[in-house]
């Protein structure tokens, strides 16, 4: 939840609805050091034609060094096939 308060993110507000709707997703990549959470995406998909992000968030600690660049990097390559 601390990243989703850092962010200011209304849905820290519901930690049992924010947990289900993530542990939901088709896909949920995390960026650690050290077991810290630095960033997260997700992904929700039919796993066939259809992908939304709708969940990208670094920590405001660890903004501009990539991270949330990365994340994203690694969501397009999960999906790449739903580019074409």
Do not use: C
Request: glycine content about 6%; charged content about 20%.
């Amino acid at each position: 939840m601390e990243i989703y308060k850092a962010n200011n993110w209304s849905s820290a507000q519901k930690p049992q609805d924010l947990l289900a709707a993530l542990r939901n997703s088709h896909t949920l990549i995390t960026a650690r050091s050290d077991n810290q959470l630095l960033g997260l995406a997700n992904a929700i998909s039919d796993g066939h034609l259809v992908v939304y992000f709708p969940h990208l968030l670094v920590h405001p600690d660890h903004q501009r060094f990539g991270i949330g660049s990365k994340l994203m990097t690694a969501m397009r390559d999960k999906y790449a096939g739903f580019l074409k």
